[in-house]
């Protein structure tokens, strides 16, 4: 998902992956999922069969780690923002973990998708020799879609649609 | 994150900086890898849902083998053709590759293809995973195809595993054991990259009660395998225990129960039967309304059936033991939950016939192969309401009766709705129309055979044939001919299936969008064939959803 935030001078793209249940929701699946597997282990490891236990907790141990990897990967964001001096970068979860500035005047975005149905194209910016890739939880026409607007905002056009 | 608070520690960049691609995704931008190693580094959903189908393809095609070896001794009474061993190795390697190596990989290589596509997402939530249960199975297979070739032989007990008879078995016990922890390790992998992707990588506006009926009846089979697959792996740990390290959970002689086993592994197998057949409700649920030309009659029951019966199954599982004996109360209980999941099975199938009441049907391969499933699938559960009596259960158990049972609903069943979820999104996965004239030789030859080679052993199973015997009393010998040449025809027949797929494969007539006039949902929104990334934007939902 891309949303845009074009105002006063400066324009925010911000771009993550969509997430439809929160934190907390997830929390709530695990743990009944957990309810589930346990409550049926301990009935089994009441009757003697207690080797029912340790793959149950393997599993729920397995849920959680798969709901908390999923959770996080879908958490990751991607900032852009462009103002009349530079382009930033910022990546992370919950906070902007990793950042870069690139001169704007130096700025090149560079976008190359071949024919084939199985690439879904890079986007990148580039300044003084280094290469950053944009947008890589996007598909071909999300990323043709946020390459237009990043040119039109290194322009100073406004940048009117929100992305799709 | 907000930019705002993003100044301190600010990287202004510098020439000379490390590398600075940075990326979060599975995928690789420029597609997949070349040759081999495309299927087996592989992360997308597509993909692994292709691998998942030929592999069930290529079982389908074992598991008959061995079945039609079955019929093939049976064609005649006496031992004509293998030994008695040998054939209860084939009886039990048959169901084992049919259950764990057809039908569930099928779903789950259709729930690979067309989840992430119906509810808007990019791919499963977990790639990695995702390639890793698929390429656990065929390692599972060849150990357990490989105790055929060992000097004690395949499994011969059933695939039930039922002690005593069971750890008598030879060495090849151990391995058969090996082989059902990884598939039960890969299916609750896939089963958890399935719960994990519909809760969390829905489009916005996907709700729960917006979802269509596949997506549905995966998320419930998911929790059923999740609940129960940890209940197999203990049972067959301690079945090997009981073999190897002196325990006695199931031994009689060191103070355990078989019986016991019996009711473990039916508490794992009866929700196993709704997780062979719950996704291919929602498969039918998907094709009538398509061919119909009518939105799903009664959604939100459809809905709650398939919760019913999936509660229901945790209740059951004694149903297949009233011959072991149990008290009246126990017998009744049983007798009573396992006739009350006619209800919600009813609903489903009043729901399909209602949906086609007054439509605007047509029958393309895809329609005739789910209509089939309807009225054959009802075959197979008014036979079932019959074994769910007690007293009526005492004198079919073991006998062919229950054989017919359970075929009519698997065959029929859930390989039907696999084989018209395939006619049916074979052109959104290619990108070409099928031959549908091949289609429908296909499923009339298929319709044929399938009931001259099961319906006859409802009345081998009431005369009392047994199952599970190489050779049988000359009384039953016409209809065991019959069900052979049925057999052999139905096996056979399939070969013009996978014909037509690798015909549509390999071209045919373009396909649209769209493909079928009435079909409605977000798949169909994307070309034919779908691109290798879709949705990683989510899409509009209001104009594409099934309700």
């Not at chain 2, 691609?21 to 597509?46: Q, V």
Request: hydrophobic share 50%; glycine share 8%.
């Amino acid at each position: 998902m891309i949303d845009v935030d074009d105002t006063e001078g400066r324009c925010r793209f911000v771009v993550q992956g969509n997430r439809s249940m929160s934190w907390r929701a997830n929390l709530w699946l695990a743990a009944s999922l957990g309810v589930i597997v346990g409550g049926i282990s301990i009935v089994m490891a009441f009757y003697g069969f207690w080797m029912i236990v340790p793959f149950a907790g393997l599993e729920v141990l397995l849920i959680v780690s798969c709901l908390y990897l999923t959770l996080r990967r879908l958490s990751h964001k991607e900032v852009i923002t462009v103002d009349e001096r530079a382009i930033r970068l910022e990546w992370g979860y919950t906070r902007a973990e990793r950042q870069v500035e690139l001169p704007r005047q130096w700025s090149r975005l560079h976008y190359a998708c071949a024919e084939s149905p199985f690439d879904c194209g890079v986007l990148s910016v580039a300044a003084h020799g280094e290469r950053y890739a944009l947008g890589q939880c996007l598909n071909k026409e999300e990323k043709k879609s946020l390459y237009g607007q990043l040119q039109a905002a290194l322009r100073g056009a406004p940048v009117l649609a929100k992305a799709q | 994150m907000s930019a705002d608070n993003a100044h301190d520690g600010v990287t202004h960049h510098a020439p000379g900086d490390h590398a600075p691609e940075h990326g979060h995704g599975d995928h690789d931008e420029h597609g997949p890898a070349s040759g081999m190693m495309r299927w087996i580094t592989t992360t997308n959903h597509k993909d692994i849902g292709s691998l998942y189908l030929w592999f069930s393809l290529i079982m389908f095609f074992i598991g008959g083998a061995m079945a039609l070896v079955i019929r093939a001794e049976l064609f005649q009474p006496g031992i004509q053709i293998v030994d008695p061993m040998f054939f209860n190795s084939m009886t039990t390697m048959h169901a084992l590759v049919m259950i764990f190596g057809v039908v569930m990989p099928a779903f789950v290589g259709l729930a690979n293809w067309m989840i992430p596509m119906m509810i808007g997402a990019p791919d499963m939530a977990l790639p990695r995973l995702n390639n890793w249960s698929f390429w656990i199975m065929p390692f599972a297979f060849a150990i357990l195809l490989s105790t055929l070739f060992m000097d004690s032989g395949g499994p011969a007990g059933g695939w039930t595993l039922y002690p005593p008879l069971s750890l008598q078995m030879g060495d090849s016990f151990a391995f058969v054991i090996f082989a059902i922890h990884f598939m039960g390790i890969s299916s609750v992998m896939g089963s958890i990259n399935i719960v994990a992707t519909i809760f969390n990588m829905r489009a916005p506006g996907v709700t729960f009660m917006k979802m269509p009926m596949f997506v549905w009846t995966w998320l419930i089979t998911a929790y059923l395998l999740i609940a129960t697959i940890p209940v197999l792996a203990g049972a067959v740990t301690m079945l090997l225990t009981d073999r190897y390290f002196g325990t006695s959970f199931f031994s009689a002689a060191g103070g355990g129960d078989p019986v016991m086993f019996q009711h473990i592994f039916w508490f794992f197998g009866h929700p196993e039967v709704y997780i062979l057949i719950l996704p291919a409700f929602g498969i039918i649920s998907s094709i009538i309304p398509t061919f119909a030309r009518k939105p799903l009659f009664g959604y939100d029951s459809m809905v709650y059936a398939t919760a019913s019966i999936a509660f229901l199954s945790f209740i059951v599982w004694a149903h297949h033991m009233f011959t072991t004996g149990m008290p009246l109360a126990g017998s009744l209980f049983f007798m009573m939950s396992t006739m009350l999941i006619s209800v919600p099975t009813g609903v489903k199938v009043f729901n399909w016939v209602a949906t086609m009441w007054r439509g605007a049907m047509t029958f393309e391969t895809p329609m005739l192969f789910a209509i089939g499933f309807v009225i054959m699938f009802t075959i197979g559960g008014l036979s079932g309401l019959m074994l769910a009596i007690t007293p009526a259960d005492i004198q079919y158990h073991d006998t062919y009766f229950v054989v017919a049972h359970f075929h009519y609903v698997l065959v029929p069943g859930a390989i039907y709705s696999i084989m018209a979820a395939t006619y049916y999104w074979l052109p959104k996965w290619t990108g070409n129309m099928y031959d549908e004239t091949l289609g429908k030789w296909h499923f009339w030859i298929s319709t044929v055979f399938v009931n001259v080679l099961f319906f006859p052993m409802h009345f081998v199973g009431l005369a009392g044939m047994n199952r599970r015997i190489p050779d049988y009393s000359l009384q039953f010998a016409d209809w065991n001919m019959v069900a052979s040449i049925g057999a052999f025809g139905f096996g056979f027949s399939q070969l013009l299936f996978v014909w037509i797929v690798i015909k549509c494969v390999r071209g045919g007539k373009k396909a649209t969008a769209e493909v079928w006039e009435g079909a409605r949902g977000l798949e169909w929104t994307v070309p034919s064939p779908a691109p290798y990334h879709t949705f990683e934007t989510a899409p509009d939902i209001t104009k594409h959803m099934v309700r």
